[in-house]
């Protein structure tokens, strides 16, 4: 009993540090609405079968990094298709912005 407290409590501790890592290593980006809107149909114009489907490019912060993604309106298309679409959009906002990488 005693040791599954203490690990708890360890537990516990870890993930407070990894929420404040997380949180405190990587600030957010702020992703331009107007920069994300001129990726998409940059993206779409390559893969017009997405049209209408993808509502923004988001940026959520890792502990390095961003990890870079197409928010679906409605459930996320499957198949290599979406990932290059996905792609084209992230790689057109990034160079609309100037991010480099």
């Not at 708890?8 to 404040?20: L, Q, S």
């Not at 001129?38 to 502990?63: H, I, M, N, T």
């Amino acid at each position: 009993m005693f040791l599954r407290r203490r690990r708890a409590a360890t537990v516990m501790r870890h993930a407070a540090i990894g929420r404040w890592l997380y949180h405190e290593q990587m600030p957010p980006l702020e992703i331009d609405p107007h920069l994300s809107d001129l990726a998409l149909a940059e993206a779409v114009q390559k893969y017009p079968r997405f049209a209408g489907r993808a509502s923004r490019v988001l940026a959520r912060p890792l502990l390095r990094g961003f990890a870079w993604q197409v928010e679906w309106a409605g459930e996320a298309p499957a198949g290599q298709e979406a990932w290059e679409f996905q792609n084209a959009a992230i790689r057109a906002y990034k160079r609309l912005a100037n991010i480099a990488g």
